[in-house]
């Protein structure tokens, strides 16, 4: 860890974050809005259709919920794509997008490693992750409270869909610093892991929407996140431990590569 270059990141990054972290406290507002406005209501209505059902039970959440209604929120493209700025764009520009500007070897000129370089680049980013998720959830939580709802969950399960649904958002921030060191400008690492995140959502989509595909959802990231679950107190460990590995392997992988890349700006 190297503290002027966190500092330099916090700095460099504080007006995103604070345009993210006040999106994201507004949608987890939301969601309990929904669900406490409309959701017993439209339940009623779609009961007796079974494939209106289907497709409202998106993502493994359902509007018929409180748990469900916070589940929706947690895999619906906006907060996804709020959190990808950082899990995404943050490690595309951090290394790739420094070294096609020719600054990245004016940053190690200084007394600071590669290796330094990357774990402090990691961890502000898993630190701005977590503290966005966290606001979600603090939302949803004070909306549901303020709505009189908040009796349908247990309060004492946030915590570990906070961590799930972290784990899964480093995954991918991890995988973005490893393609993001493996080239030498920001479109082709942009490409694999934007592919990557996009590949797992819509495989999850499918599966959650297509019975007779549910067997390939076992092959997204983001089915080992199913935050209505959690919040019912069945947080499987397997799937910490899987969201876990992919975290290891592609920080192993940065590890290697980086200390070995040449990082002379490409010409």
């Not at 679950?229 to 920080?251: C, E, H, R, S």
Request: hydrophobic share 60%.
């Amino acid at each position: 860890m190297n503290r002027v270059y966190l500092r330099h990141l916090v700095a460099a990054y504080r007006v995103r974050f604070v345009i993210c972290a006040a999106a994201i406290t507004l949608w987890g507002l939301l969601m309990p809005v929904v669900y406490a406005t409309f959701g017993k209501s439209l339940a009623r209505a779609l009961e007796n259709n079974p494939f209106f059902s289907q497709f409202s039970q998106f993502g493994g959440g359902d509007l018929f919920s409180l748990s469900g209604s916070i589940a929706i929120g947690f895999i619906h493209p906006f907060p996804i794509a709020l959190l990808g700025v950082f899990a995404i764009g943050y490690p595309i520009a951090t290394i790739a997008g420094e070294r096609q500007r020719g600054t990245l070897e004016v940053i190690l000129a200084r007394p600071i490693s590669r290796r330094s370089l990357y774990a402090t680049a990691f961890v502000v980013g898993a630190i701005f992750l977590g503290i966005l998720m966290a606001l979600e959830l603090i939302g949803s939580v004070a909306a549901s409270a303020a709505l009189g709802v908040l009796g349908e969950i247990s309060v004492g399960n946030v915590p570990a869909l906070w961590l799930n649904g972290w784990l899964l958002f480093v995954a991918f921030l991890a995988i973005g610093f490893a393609a993001s060191i493996s080239f030498d400008r920001v479109g082709p690492p942009a490409g694999i892991t934007l592919a990557v995140v996009l590949g797992f959502y819509v495989i999850d989509v499918v599966a959650s929407i297509w019975p007779d595909a549910r067997w390939i959802g076992d092959y997204s990231l983001f089915d080992y996140v199913r935050a209505k679950q959690v919040l019912g107190g069945t947080l499987a460990l397997g799937d910490i431990a899987l969201l876990g590995a992919v975290v290891a392997i592609a920080v192993a992988i940065a590890l290697y590569v980086f200390p070995r890349r040449d990082i002379a700006a490409p010409s």
